[in-house]
């Protein structure tokens, strides 16, 4: 066993994934469908990649701007002008090296060390990792939950927020409970803000993948000003099956421009020219491939829903937004354990509630954005195995 080399306190305190340390165990295991992870399983439609192959031959290699190549951001503009009523320049878009990217530039802006960011829980253990790794200090507001159904108290998270408070993180539509904010919550969350002088990031990756009336989940573009303290972080990853790929956004009051951009340009420098060419392809043609991605989940939602309801073991509401079923189970209590267990006899790979911090415990995740086949018969074998409980 190697000797332990000294590192700082924020690399050593960084947890371990708990979705990992799943996958881990279930890695390449024959005829396993892998509902663990975020993402679908269809690879970037030809198009982009023909984009950046363009790029590559015409020589795209060198520097770019930190901000992102102006193409983009114009395709960026226009693409939230198709969708919202707000208006969002394209002086106010940072293209940046992925939603996770996104998020901890976001955490980096608003904070300085020892600062405190309120957050809902359940939720994507990557926010208060980040967070932790920046130097900030996190607290856990878990939302209200009913029979697995999720929902704001407003008046919870208003009692949370203290003198060293200096964000609000919202995740919506969330992973992984699929709760979706309604324009009242997204009201009451931006009075909160305005009030004590928070800023709100905002991460609206799933906006998309909404199963209400229309093209998308409200939004705080919906309730706020140009002017208000509010960072939109988005992702390239979901929409268009690009998650390989490392691309995002970051949607910033113009105020902050020279100090969001000098960030990114000393982490990565910008994001690789010949990608963001890729990027403005699927912003500009990808339409019907996001109409595809949202019809595949919504469907892969409904079989997944329906067949764990149908066995009277399962606590869970089928999700407003985003693409996972988060559910609890009579009788589970440890759920990385039968997570891995699930995996062994069921040849179902799913994330285990644990992972997703307080009041996600007793639940596990299921990503639903797949081809129906596999959908269907991932279904099968999970009612299967809980029903035998």
Same mark, same amino acid.
């Given at each position: 066993?190697? &000797?332990?080399?000294?590192?700082?306190?924020? *690399?050593?305190?960084?947890?371990?994934?708990? %979705?990992?340390?799943?996958?881990?165990?279930?890695?390449?295991?024959?005829?396993? %469908?892998?509902?663990?992870?975020?993402?679908?399983? /269809?690879?970037?439609?030809?198009? %982009?990649?023909?984009?950046?192959?363009?790029?590559?031959?015409?020589?795209?290699?060198? #520097?770019?701007?930190?901000?992102?190549? @102006?193409?983009?951001?114009?395709?960026?503009?226009?693409?939230?002008?198709?969708?919202?009523?707000?208006?969002?320049? +394209?002086?106010?878009?940072?293209?940046?090296?992925?939603?996770?990217?996104?998020? =901890? /530039?976001?955490?980096?802006?608003?904070?300085?060390?020892?600062?405190?960011?309120?957050?809902?829980?359940?939720?994507? @253990?990557?926010?208060?990792?980040?967070?932790?790794?920046?130097?900030?200090?996190?607290?856990?507001?878990?939302?209200?939950?009913?029979?697995? *159904?999720?929902?704001?108290?407003?008046?919870?998270?208003?009692?949370?927020?203290?003198?060293?408070?200096?964000?609000?993180?919202?995740?919506? @539509?969330?992973?992984?409970?699929?709760?979706?904010?309604?324009?009242?919550?997204?009201?009451?969350?931006?009075?909160?803000?305005?009030?004590?002088?928070?800023?709100? %990031? *905002?991460?609206?990756? #799933?906006?998309? #993948?909404?199963?209400?009336?229309?093209?998308?989940?409200?939004?705080?573009?919906?309730?706020?000003?140009?002017?208000?303290?509010?960072?939109?972080?988005?992702?390239?990853?979901?929409?268009?099956?690009?998650?390989?790929?490392?691309?995002?956004?970051?949607?910033?009051?113009?105020?902050? $421009?020279?100090?969001?951009?000098?960030?990114?340009?000393?982490?990565?420098?910008?994001?690789? @020219?010949?990608?963001?060419?890729?990027?403005?392809?699927?912003? &500009?043609?990808?339409?019907?491939?996001?109409?595809?991605?949202?019809?595949?989940? !919504?469907?892969?939602?409904?079989?997944?829903? &329906? !067949?764990?309801?149908?066995?009277?073991?399962?606590?869970?509401? =089928?999700?407003?937004?985003?693409?996972?079923?988060?559910? *609890?189970?009579?009788?589970?209590?440890?759920?990385?354990?039968?997570?891995?267990?699930?995996?062994?006899?069921?040849?179902?790979?799913?994330?285990?509630?644990?992972?997703?911090?307080? $009041? $996600?415990?007793?639940?596990?995740? +299921?990503?639903?954005?797949?081809?129906?086949?596999?959908? =269907?018969?991932?279904?099968?074998?999970?009612?299967? #195995?809980?029903?035998?409980?």
């Amino acid at each position: 066993m190697s &000797e332990k080399i000294a590192v700082s306190s924020r *690399a050593d305190e960084t947890p371990p994934s708990g %979705i990992v340390a799943v996958v881990k165990h279930g890695r390449g295991r024959e005829g396993l %469908i892998p509902l663990w992870s975020g993402e679908g399983d /269809l690879p970037t439609p030809a198009f %982009i990649g023909e984009a950046t192959t363009r790029a590559l031959e015409a020589g795209e290699t060198f #520097y770019t701007w930190q901000r992102g190549v @102006p193409e983009l951001r114009e395709a960026l503009s226009r693409y939230y002008a198709r969708l919202y009523a707000e208006p969002v320049p +394209a002086e106010r878009v940072f293209v940046v090296g992925s939603g996770m990217q996104a998020i =901890k /530039l976001s955490i980096d802006l608003v904070t300085s060390p020892g600062d405190e960011v309120v957050y809902l829980t359940p939720a994507w @253990p990557n926010f208060p990792a980040a967070a932790g790794v920046s130097g900030a200090r996190t607290k856990a507001v878990p939302l209200t939950e009913e029979n697995g *159904a999720f929902s704001l108290d407003a008046d919870r998270l208003a009692a949370s927020i203290g003198p060293h408070t200096r964000a609000i993180f919202v995740n919506t @539509p969330a992973n992984p409970t699929g709760w979706t904010a309604s324009r009242e919550d997204l009201d009451a969350l931006l009075e909160l803000a305005r009030k004590h002088g928070l800023w709100i %990031i *905002a991460d609206e990756i #799933y906006a998309r #993948y909404y199963y209400g009336e229309g093209e998308r989940a409200p939004s705080f573009l919906d309730v706020a000003h140009a002017e208000d303290r509010i960072l939109y972080v988005n992702s390239f990853s979901k929409n268009w099956s690009m998650t390989g790929w490392r691309i995002g956004w970051i949607v910033a009051p113009e105020a902050v $421009g020279q100090q969001l951009e000098n960030l990114i340009q000393y982490s990565t420098s910008g994001v690789a @020219p010949f990608l963001q060419r890729g990027a403005v392809a699927a912003v &500009e043609e990808g339409e019907a491939v996001v109409r595809e991605n949202i019809a595949r989940a !919504a469907h892969g939602r409904d079989v997944l829903c &329906e !067949a764990l309801l149908a066995t009277n073991r399962v606590a869970m509401a =089928k999700p407003a937004g985003a693409f996972y079923a988060f559910f *609890a189970v009579d009788g589970i209590t440890d759920t990385m354990a039968v997570a891995k267990d699930i995996i062994d006899r069921a040849g179902v790979g799913l994330s285990p509630g644990v992972a997703f911090g307080p $009041g $996600g415990e007793r639940f596990l995740r +299921a990503c639903f954005l797949r081809d129906p086949r596999q959908m =269907k018969t991932a279904a099968e074998r999970l009612a299967d #195995y809980f029903s035998a409980l």
